[in-house]
């Protein structure tokens, strides 16, 4: 996907997340992170994030079914083994990105979709598990 947008800037992963070398996650818990970035970045990042996964990692992540979401991401705890805690740090909305299933499945290379649940308040639960890259 960026290669096909000429205006997209590659982030600096190692920078922004700093994330060590040689090191891999059972579990990663992207929380709303998704909505806040245009599908090209989501690319870049799962592209970056496959360097830690082994086959079987599975990703968390909620994403926004709103015409409006939070203007700043949202803090999110875990409560217990059932419930997350969560603050939002403004009242400012912004316009919902609205990520679709199929175009979320074309920039997550390499994941497929385990499980999806719809909430009452309008958001979806994913959790994609890592199967490695098709060759």
């Known amino acids: 996907m960026p290669s096909e947008d000429p205006g997209f800037v590659e982030p600096d992963w190692d920078h922004l997340l700093g994330l060590p070398g040689g090191r891999s996650c059972d579990v990663i818990l992207a929380w709303d992170l998704l909505n806040y970035l245009e599908l090209p970045a989501v690319c870049s990042l799962i592209g970056y994030l496959k360097r830690f996964c082994r086959p079987g990692t599975v990703l968390f992540t909620l994403i926004f079914d ?14 217990d083994e059932s419930h997350l805690n969560y603050e939002n740090t403004g009242s400012e909305m912004r316009v919902c990105p609205r990520h679709q299933p199929r175009a979320l499945a074309l920039a997550m290379k390499g994941f497929r979709t385990s499980d999806s649940f719809r909430l009452k308040n309008g ?8 199967e490695g890259d098709v060759v």
């Open 66 to 79: 709103q015409k409006q979401m939070p203007n700043e991401i949202t803090v999110y705890s875990i409560k």
């Open 123 to 130: 958001i979806i639960e994913y959790l994609f598990e890592y």
